[in-house]
């Protein structure tokens, strides 16, 4: 009897933990990393982009998976018109990217600090070669990338906001 007790609570934890890493079990991410090179100047090294890879598991809704460097935008941008037609507001959790569709959710760690801060896509951007995304000033805040400027980071692009599906 008190196997039996036991056996449905295992059962449902089993399926708890293989529901939540399924997502995560199937995203490939490439082997290469984040370079840096010095200058000939010895001056503040460069950085170079790796190439975008997108994420095969439409399960979770993501499209997408970089590392790259991120800058961010703010003062003279502040209330002019987006790509989309929003006006800008540097304090928002937004971003600008190339290629990703607007209105899709991105997940952006900072990899010295291991912060995240997600942000919607609503503007076209960067215009800068080497780098990925730039956040609006209220996401660099959230990651630590006001001092710097600019900062390795890793991109996980959602169709839908996932913490919307976790915080109600």
Not at 82 to 106: C, I, K, Q, S, Y
Request: aromatic share 8%; charged share 20%.
């Amino acid at each position: 009897m008190g196997t039996r007790k036991l056996f449905f609570p295992t059962i449902l934890i089993l399926l708890a933990i293989t529901t939540v890493t399924s997502c995560q079990s199937s995203i490939q991410i490439s082997n290469q990393s984040l370079r840096t090179e010095s200058t000939e100047s010895g001056s503040a090294p460069e950085f170079e982009a790796v190439a975008e890879h997108t994420a095969v598991d439409s399960n979770c809704g993501l499209l997408l998976v970089t590392e790259g460097v991120a800058s961010f935008y703010a003062d003279r941008f502040h209330g002019r018109v987006t790509a989309n037609g929003e006006r800008f507001n540097m304090d928002a959790l937004t971003a600008a990217h190339r290629t990703l569709p607007f209105g899709t959710w991105v997940r952006v760690t900072n990899m010295e600090n291991g912060k995240e801060v997600m942000v919607r896509i609503n503007d076209r951007g960067p215009y800068i070669n080497g780098r990925i995304i730039d956040l609006s000033r209220g996401a660099a805040r959230e990651i630590g990338l006001i001092k710097p400027g600019t900062g390795a980071v890793k991109l996980e692009a959602f169709e839908t906001n996932p913490e919307a599906a976790f915080n109600g």
